[in-house]
């Protein structure tokens, strides 16, 4: 089993023990108003809420195209002779 892996079994465990010993209610202020909202309830949203965002943020992109950057991507592979006809003669 990889490392990383187990780091994300043993962190979802922790946070179910933590999740499930906090289940009293509490008064919960949001903006403008108050309501009274289970401790559960609203480290469990928390909790996916970040890991939605974690994904979203971690998730690799699709590459960018830019006109004519094949082109300079072509031309960077080519070897470039940096010498000058000078430095080649003293060289030689």
């Given at each position: 089993m990889r490392i990383?892996?187990?780091?994300?079994?043993?962190?979802?465990?922790?946070?179910t023990v933590v999740?499930?010993?906090?289940?009293?209610?509490?008064?919960?202020?949001?903006l403008f108003s108050s309501f009274r909202?289970?401790?559960?309830?609203?480290?469990?949203?928390?909790?996916?809420?970040?890991?939605?965002?974690?994904?979203?943020?971690?998730?690799p992109g699709k590459p960018r195209y830019i006109k004519g950057q094949d082109e300079e991507i072509e031309n960077s592979k080519k070897p470039s002779d940096t010498l000058s006809d000078e430095d080649k003669n003293y060289i030689n």
């Open positions: 990383k892996t187990m780091v994300i079994i043993i962190i979802t465990v922790l946070l999740i499930m010993q906090n289940t009293d209610e509490v008064l919960f202020n949001f909202v289970s401790k559960l309830v609203m480290l469990l949203s928390v909790a996916v809420v970040a890991f939605i965002v974690g994904v979203l943020v971690g998730r």
